[in-house]
């Protein structure tokens, strides 16, 4: 089957502009998560759906982070406007409901300068 | 607060035997996974315990203590291509919500 798959691979961008992210989980898989990994660190939630619904977006930054997922298929994260510190990689994964097991995408590399 | 507490670095030769532990120290507990990452790459599923005891699956083994709040990942006959980063990650409330990821520990498997 196919894996995740994310666009685009690498941004770089100057800070204070947007820049938005698309996912497309493995098929038949209701839950699509959102993942933030600063450099040396671990991936970090952003947010959690379940079908098109938002399970957790508690660490979610909102006042300039949006993510949504139209028809519980693919989805779009959404940075406006962008900061230095959001420079990390931006992984996607998704897994089917009740399943311990995550399927990450190859995620996208964003650079703010 | 929530805590996964693992080794940053750890260096092996081929064929050796190399443990990973993790403390943890969450507000709830439901299993623990490891992933391994390659640089640049995706973390990719290695390993999970639900219950106490040792899981094992080919070169890789995993052992979970509910009571010490404890994990370790083994990985036996190294290769080079186990040159890696390896987190473990705590699912808190039950199979299928999200994973609190440790900050990863870079083995380096040399020749």
């Known amino acids: 089957e196919a894996g995740v798959a994310q666009s685009p691979r690498y941004k770089i961008i100057e800070k204070r502009q947007s820049v938005a992210f698309w996912c497309n989980p493995i098929s038949g898989h209701a839950t699509l998560y959102w993942y933030q990994q600063i450099l040396g660190q671990g991936p970090k939630l952003l947010i959690q759906f379940q079908n098109n619904g938002v399970v957790d977006d508690s660490q979610l930054p909102k006042d300039r982070f949006s993510a949504e997922r139209l028809k519980g298929v693919d989805s779009t994260l959404k940075i406006q406007p962008a900061k230095l510190e959001d420079s990390a990689v931006y992984l996607c994964?998704?897994?089917?409901?009740?399943?311990?097991?995550?399927?990450f995408g190859p995620g996208t590399r964003l650079l703010v300068l | 607060g929530q805590s996964l507490e693992q080794p940053s670095e750890v260096t092996a030769v081929e064929g050796a035997i190399v443990q990973i532990n993790c403390t943890y120290q969450t507000s709830g507990f439901y299993g623990l996974s490891w992933y391994q990452q390659h640089d640049g790459g995706a973390p990719t599923f290695l390993s999970y315990n639900g219950l106490d005891g040792l899981e094992e699956t080919g070169r890789f083994s995993s052992f979970l203590s509910r009571s010490d709040s404890y994990g370790y990942l083994l990985l036996q006959e190294l290769q080079m291509k186990d040159s890696a980063s390896y987190f473990c990650a705590v699912e808190e409330d039950q199979a299928g919500t999200a994973l609190i990821f440790g900050k990863g520990t870079t083995l380096s498997v040399s020749s």
């Open positions: 994964a998704s897994s089917r409901p009740d399943q311990e097991t995550q399927y």
